[in-house]
Each structure stands twice: as C-alpha cells, then as structure tokens.
C-alpha cells in the first residue's frame, strides 16, 4: 500500500517586485511561486504536460519544515502555465519514504512515469497528473542480494514508458540507471512485471580515478519517431554528452556517439 502525504507543501504568496512584470532582459515572465523549506530541495525532473497545460516538477528534499521528516524524501508537483500551483505529494511505501525521483517522463496513456529511489531500491512510479495518485508501484530487488549486500544506486536515471510495442502491442518500460560502477539498461513488461531484458555496460580499468569518468551516466530515454523498433539514449559519458542509437527487442546497439 503506497501511502500519499501532502504535507509540508506549499506556494509562496509572496511576489517579490517585479516578478510580476516582463524581465526587461529577456522579456519572459518569471513564476510569482516557490516551493520548499529552509534548504537542501534538488529538482530532478521537470515534464511539460500539453493536454492539461501544466508542469510537472520532481526531486528530493532534506529540508525538515518542508518534508514530512528532515531524512531524504521524493516530492512531485504541478503548477499550471500561469505559475499557479495545483498539487503536491510526498510518497511511502508502508513503513520508508520514496527518498529521490530522478527520472520522468510523460507516456500515452497521459501518465507520469517516474523512476525513484526507495528502502535504497530503485522504484517505478506511474502517477496520475492530475492529482498525483499512483496507479503503478514496482520495487526492484537485485538478483540474490540481501540487507547486508545491496548495491549503491545513483541518483542518475532515465525512463520511458511505451504503451503499444510496434512488435507485438504489449506496454514495456524502459529504464536506464547508474548502480555502483555501470550503467544497466532494463526492458520491463509493465503487465506481467516480467525482465525481458537487463544489459549492463561497464568501464574495465585498474585506474580508480577513470571508473567513474569513463562511465555512461543515463539523463533521457526517447524513441525514434521515425522507426518505432528503435531508441535513443542520452547521458554523459567521459565527462561529454553522450547518445546511445539501440534495438528495443534486443538492446543492439545501432551507433553510439
């Protein structure tokens, strides 16, 4: 049973002078609103809703009078096009918050597919963008692993939710993450929950100083509006952006650049 907890949330009244005007730098209008509490909030992911004209704002806070608690917690928001707010959620899993969401992505289905962490586990969101109600909770345990021996999972995530495979119609999720050292790539069938595939690409080298450097860290996942069999990647990777071009069936990969 995932728990929602709205408190701690809420928009600032305040409009600093001239926040309410055009800049007269850039001619943009700037939010008349913020959201948070005394220090440590980080914005991970932010999506542009077209059909509700709205944005979706996740990330994670420490701040104690802006959380539920002063530890780690996921936060998710929307505000209208206006700067306006509309909602905002904190999320539990029963007994341990979801500490960081560090991926999201808008699907076909009109949902907010998130990738987050929890109980030091990655976890997948599906979030109704117009209240932030979950429809879809999967917590990922490592094959064999145990309390006492669990991997560390960075906080550098990507996914992406495709609701009508041009193979065979099936939803799959996609998801791409930073574990310990490597980066792993996971096609999930959303149904049955079922791995179909889990690739794993790392940096062999002696030189502890180039295993970080030299490794593929995942920011976005898109398919290819041209061919519906392919994907891209797109991270960082020897301290440059980095795409990976691969094959949704088998994670072959087409180029990387």
């Given at each position: 049973?995932?728990?929602?907890?709205?408190?701690?949330?809420?928009?600032?009244?305040?409009?600093?002078?001239?926040?309410?005007?055009?800049?007269?730098?850039?001619?943009?209008k700037?939010?008349?609103?913020?959201s948070?509490?005394?220090?440590?909030?980080?914005?991970?992911?932010?999506v542009?809703?077209?059909?509700?004209?709205?944005?979706?704002?996740?990330?994670?806070?420490?701040?104690?009078?802006?959380a539920?608690?002063?530890?780690?917690?996921?936060?998710?928001?929307?505000?209208d096009?206006?700067?306006?707010?509309?909602?905002?959620?904190?999320?539990?899993?029963?007994?341990?918050a979801?500490?960081?969401?560090?991926?999201?992505?808008?699907?076909?289905?009109?949902?907010l597919?998130?990738?987050?962490?929890?109980?030091?586990?990655p976890?997948?969101?599906?979030?109704?963008?117009?209240?932030?109600?979950v429809?879809?909770?999967?917590?990922?345990?490592?094959?064999?692993?145990?309390?006492?021996?669990?991997?560390?999972?960075?906080?550098?995530?990507?996914?992406?939710?495709?609701?009508?495979?041009?193979?065979?119609?099936?939803?799959?999720y996609?998801?791409?993450?930073?574990?310990?050292?490597?980066?792993?790539?996971?096609?999930?069938?959303?149904?049955?929950?079922?791995?179909?595939?889990n690739?794993?690409?790392?940096?062999?080298?002696?030189?502890?100083?180039?295993k970080?450097?030299?490794?593929?860290?995942?920011?976005?996942?898109?398919q290819d509006?041209?061919d519906?069999?392919?994907?891209?990647?797109?991270?960082r990777?020897?301290?440059?952006?980095?795409?990976?071009?691969?094959?949704?069936?088998s994670?072959?990969?087409?180029?990387?650049?």
């Open positions: 049973m995932l728990n929602i907890d709205t408190s701690g949330f809420f928009a600032s009244a305040a409009v600093t002078a001239g926040y309410d005007k055009l800049s007269k730098s850039c001619q943009e700037i939010f008349p609103l913020s948070g509490g005394s220090k440590n909030e980080f914005v991970s992911c932010t542009y809703d077209d059909k509700n004209q709205q944005i979706l704002v996740g990330g994670n806070s420490t701040s104690e009078d802006y539920p608690a002063a530890n780690e917690h996921a936060f998710v928001y929307a505000v096009m206006e700067g306006n707010w509309k909602w905002g959620k904190f999320y539990y899993n029963v007994s341990y979801v500490s960081t969401i560090s991926g999201c992505s808008m699907d076909g289905n009109g949902n597919v998130a990738f987050a962490i929890g109980d030091s586990k976890i997948l969101l599906e979030i109704d963008v117009l209240d932030g109600t429809s879809k909770f999967i917590s990922f345990d490592r094959k064999s692993g145990s309390d006492k021996s669990m991997p560390l999972f960075h906080s550098f995530n990507a996914i992406y939710h495709d609701t009508n495979d041009v193979d065979d119609g099936l939803s799959y996609y998801i791409s993450f930073f574990q310990d050292d490597s980066l792993q790539i996971v096609r999930l069938k959303r149904d049955t929950k079922e791995v179909v595939w690739y794993q690409y790392k940096y062999v080298t002696e030189d502890d100083s180039l970080y450097l030299m490794t593929f860290t995942p920011a976005l996942l898109h509006p041209a519906r069999s392919r994907m891209y990647l797109l991270g990777f020897a301290d440059r952006a980095s795409v990976i071009k691969f094959s949704k069936n994670m072959n990969i087409d180029w990387k650049l």
